[in-house]
């Protein structure tokens, strides 16, 4: 697993030891990231984050800042050595908390928010709720989601929805807070 583009490319990244995790492939992260288009001075929240692939490669991309948030132990293990490895210490944080935890806590408004919860655990409604219910999605903002072709978003998510596309065992879900009364 390696940055694709940017100030930390072709970098190679720890990846979470075990089969629990999940890495998002090169070509899932071109895909996701043509879609944005653009992470420059964006606030990032990288959620059930893993070894922190998609928030390093916003990073790498200047980023302005991003929050990593897993409760495993071998992730923030991995998230660390990562950000050893770029040197970008002063760049992210990592929370080790629940999810949802973390949501109802934090009082912060981001850019840029990905969520690639564990597949088929019925997280991504719940996640996509939390964090419209708690107002953490900037004006224009995106929520990027990596899910289970078997895990179907609410109808009520259709009004934000901006790409949505099947690549086999995973769906890309783009939201983007344009059509959302503030």
């Known amino acids: 697993m390696r940055i694709i583009t940017g100030k930390f490319?072709?970098?190679?990244?720890?990846?979470?030891?075990?089969?629990t995790a999940r890495p998002t492939t090169d070509y899932i992260k071109e895909v996701i990231f043509s879609v944005i288009s653009s992470c420059n001075g964006k606030n990032v929240l990288d959620l059930y984050a893993g070894s922190g692939s998609l928030g390093f490669e916003a990073l790498s991309r200047n980023a302005d800042f991003v929050d990593?948030?897993?409760f495993s132990d071998k992730s923030?293990?991995?998230?660390?050595h990562n950000i050893e490895k770029l040197k970008c210490t002063f760049d992210c944080k990592i929370h080790k908390k629940k999810v949802s935890a973390f949501l109802n806590s934090i009082d912060k408004k981001f850019d840029?928010?990905?969520?690639?919860?564990?597949y088929d655990k019925d997280l991504v409604n719940f996640t996509i709720e939390k964090i419209i219910d708690n107002l953490l999605l900037s004006q224009n903002g995106h929520i990027v989601i990596e899910h289970s072709p078997r895990e179907k978003l609410l109808e009520k998510w259709n009004v934000m929805t901006?790409?949505?596309?099947?690549?086999g065992s995973s769906v890309i879900t783009v939201l983007t807070n344009e059509n959302l009364q503030a």
């Open 112 to 118: 840029l928010i990905f969520i690639d919860p564990p």
């Open 162 to 167: 901006t790409y949505n596309k099947n690549y």
């Open 76 to 80: 923030i293990k991995t998230m660390k």
């Open 9 to 19: 490319k072709k970098a190679n990244l720890f990846t979470v030891p075990g089969k």
């Open 68 to 70: 990593f948030v897993d």
